[in-house]
């Protein structure tokens, strides 16, 4: 079957930087896509790699290793508003996006 | 600009009433998609949309029917409801397919009982 691992909960202090990560075990990839999800709300879009390696975009760096199954999501200088959920999903051979349950991030100051 | 939008927002919903959850995008995004959100458990794809006039069974369809008239509306109806059908639920939108960064509605919260 497919699969989506992440960690359902982490903590971390305003200011900090954290590291959430994803293992994926999915029939092919073709991408893997990171949302973020306030409590109550929409999620939207962060992330997409498709190619090994680290993607920065200000503050959310998103790092991909095909070989191993495995991603990270990293959050520097962390703010408040940072406390959401972080969804990761991959595109699979078929071109269909599987998600993970979602980490749940607590900023705490 | 509106986005997507959904209506409505929480509804609370008798056993074996039918209920069509509204969707609405004015980006003219040819793929939409109807997901549900259940706590512990990923996003998971109930019907989908390539384009207007188009559409196709995701992974939880069972229950639940879509129609496609035009590029900006994609209601997602449920014709008996269940218990099991409580959860919320997202349309969302895309420019081009799942590969491509997805815009979400604000949700429809529905409760069924």
């Known amino acids: 079957g497919q699969n989506i691992d992440q960690p359902t909960e982490m903590t971390a202090t305003e200011g900090a930087i954290v590291q959430i990560n994803c293992t994926y075990q999915?029939?092919?990839?073709?991408?893997l896509f990171w949302y973020q999800q306030h409590a109550g709300e929409a999620p939207t879009f962060l992330s997409y790699n498709v190619l090994d390696g680290l993607e920065e975009k200000g503050r959310f760096s998103s790092f991909l290793s095909r070989s191993k199954g495995y991603s990270y999501l990293l959050l520097k200088e962390l703010q408040m508003k940072d406390s959401a959920s972080y969804l990761c999903?991959?595109?699979?051979?078929?071109?269909?996006?599987?998600w993970g349950a979602g980490t749940k991030l607590i900023i705490k100051p | 600009i509106a986005g997507i939008t959904q209506a409505p927002t929480s509804q609370i919903l008798a056993a074996g009433r039918r209920m069509t959850l509204r969707c609405t995008q004015d980006?003219?995004?040819?793929?939409m998609y109807w997901y549900r959100q259940d706590l512990g458990l990923g996003l998971r794809l109930i019907h989908y949309s390539n384009t207007a006039g188009t559409t196709g069974k995701g992974e939880v369809p069972d229950g639940y029917s879509v129609s496609r008239a035009n590029t900006d509306d994609f209601p997602l109806t449920l014709a008996s409801a269940v218990p099991s059908q409580t959860s919320v639920y997202f349309c969302?939108?895309?420019?081009?397919?799942?590969?491509?960064?997805?815009?979400f509605g604000q949700g429809t919260r529905l409760t069924v009982v």
């Open positions: 980006m003219r995004h040819n793929a």
């Open positions: 999915t029939s092919g990839f073709n991408g």
């Open positions: 969302a939108s895309s420019d081009g397919g799942q590969g491509s960064e997805a815009f």
């Open positions: 999903a991959v595109l699979d051979s078929n071109y269909q996006l599987i």
